[in-house]
């Protein structure tokens, strides 16, 4: 950088003293320019706030280069932002399609009326996903740990009175005038992707758990509520509703046995033990039980038809028995057959 200039020619109309003051001013504005050590740093021929290494660093972390370090609050450049702190505000965090937010392990609290959206994504054709979660556990736990991917805790604390406590609710709603050909609220899978084994897959499991004196009026697993038609501004129909469905189960030659309900025994014994209820009341088109498929029934123990009290043979009818084809009796029955009990007269 080039020097100042000499003390100019003495003007005509200037006291030589003015003219050498001014010129002294310039020359000690100049070489004191960057040493007012409160304000600013540098060196000789630096005219930024910074020293040549501090805006360097700067330099690296402005808007439009890599963007990796934060200021904390110790006044340091780090590529961890440690806390605590505050933020107050709207927050972005990612600016692509390609951008990564990696969470470690820890505790994350929120407070009162913590809300989460995801406006964006568009329906293509093809398969959308506008949330995704990808969890993959590696290693090797030896058998005795248990791998959870999400586990919500819903705790109301102290004297509550709520009318309806919901651990986790979810909406899928069709808002357009298009057709959506199947709706689902939610699809679970369990799948082997591997040579690995599974002893027992299942995709939905339910289990109520009581853990003090409280106790419990009416445990439901599953409950199958009615539907909600929306009020009289709603005018759509519904043609059929299923409450429990099991669609084909069946593989030929992959599959050993498929069962569409399995009822397992029930060890215990109350008032009253029941495999399968039904409270349907009679009406025309109503059936309690109805099976219209060509396959065989079986019934193992006693049955009684007609009544609820406990069937003491085989099959014990209270009531009239009306045959409308041929009746097949034994060569030789144990016991007497009335034609009373066959015919009712």
Known sequence: MNRPNPPPALPKDKEPRDVFNRWLYNQWEYTQHNKFADLQGGTLGEYYHLTAAEHTFVSTIAPGSDSTKFLRGDATW???????????????????????LTINAGIWNYNNNWIATRAAGTLAAGTTTILRQDITYTGDPGGTTDARTLALNSIAQGANNIANFVMMRAAMNHD???LVTTGQGFQYTAGLRSTGNMTNARVFVGQLVIENSGGVTTGECYLAAAPNLGGGSSTGNITTLNGFRAANLGNATRITNSIGYQQDDFTGSGTITVGFRSQMSSGTGKWGFL??????????GNVRIGSTVAPTVALDVTGSVAISSDLTLPAAPSDPILLSQIFGN
């Open 78 to 100: 780090s590529n961890t932002l440690t806390g605590p702190f505050t933020v107050d505000g709207n927050v972005t965090i990612g600016n692509a399609a390609a951008d990564t």
């Open 176 to 178: 357009g005038s298009g």
């Open 291 to 300: 099976h219209t498929g060509t396959a065989n029934n079986g019934f193992n």
